[in-house]
């Protein structure tokens, strides 16, 4: 069964860091880019960050970019996003999901079930 | 950054119904890269339609999408219970992909 899981969220205090892990199962992880998207409480979706299967390419929307960054182990089928410098309007759930880009750009086809990042003092 | 529109906000529909929802983009949308995905209360989103008129793997035929440029419509043809839920759409043709604001579509 392809299968996303994502874990590492939780409660820290704004300007305190996080890392973000997402596993990934049932399919050959190294051939697929990937993304982090996020929702926060009651709103809607909001793309992160992009990494290609490669590692080369990487993304980052404005208002993580400098704070956060994606990385990947292929060896390890993992996928992750260092959060520092956090913000209460970094609070939200975040999702990894699959990008199959081959033949060109692609929406997520699969998506983790998400973790919550709660940032509050 | 490419900004999408989603209208209306929330449609009011009875099951059996059609329903039309809208996602205007401020700039011309390259190649059709163009997304619907739907999300339950609780649940992460499920693709729907990509290419704007292409159904994922699995989507029933009831849904289709449809439009280019900057004008891309999500039609539902005969409503189904399990088909009320929020619907986003996604542009990913760009180094920064961008969701609308997402369309509720509720039991009237």
């Known amino acids: 069964e392809v299968q996303l899981v994502e874990s590492g969220g939780g409660l820290v205090q704004p300007g305190g860091s996080l890392r973000l892990s997402c596993a990934a199962s049932g399919f050959t992880f190294s051939r697929y880019s990937m993304n982090w998207v996020r929702q926060a409480p009651g709103k809607g979706l909001q793309w992160v960050s992009y990494?290609?299967?490669?590692?080369?390419?990487?993304y980052y929307a404005d208002s993580v970019k400098g704070r956060f960054t994606i990385s990947r182990d292929n060896a390890k089928n993992s996928l992750y996003l260092q959060m520092n410098s956090l913000r209460v309007e970094d609070t939200a759930v975040y999702y990894c999901?699959?990008?199959?880009?081959?033949?060109?750009?692609?929406?997520?086809?699969?998506w983790g079930q998400g973790t919550t990042v709660t940032v509050s003092s | 950054e490419i900004v999408l529109t989603q209208s209306p906000g929330t449609l009011s529909l009875s099951p059996g119904e059609r329903g039309t929802l809208s996602c205007r983009a401020s700039?011309?949308?390259?190649?059709?890269?163009l997304a619907w995905y739907q999300q339950k209360p609780g649940q992460s989103p499920r693709l729907l339609i990509y290419?704007?008129?292409s159904r994922a793997t699995g989507v029933p035929d009831r849904f289709s999408g449809s439009g280019s440029g900057t004008d891309f419509t999500l039609t539902i043809s005969g409503l189904e219970p399990e088909d009320f839920a929020v619907y986003y759409c996604q542009q990913y043709g760009t180094s920064q992909d961008t969701f609308g604001q997402g369309t509720k579509v509720e039991i009237k």
């Open positions: 990494m290609s299967s490669s590692s080369k390419i990487i």
């Open positions: 700039q011309s949308i390259k190649n059709r890269y």
């Open positions: 290419g704007a008129s």
């Open positions: 999901a699959r990008i199959d880009d081959w033949s060109g750009p692609s929406p997520g086809e699969v």
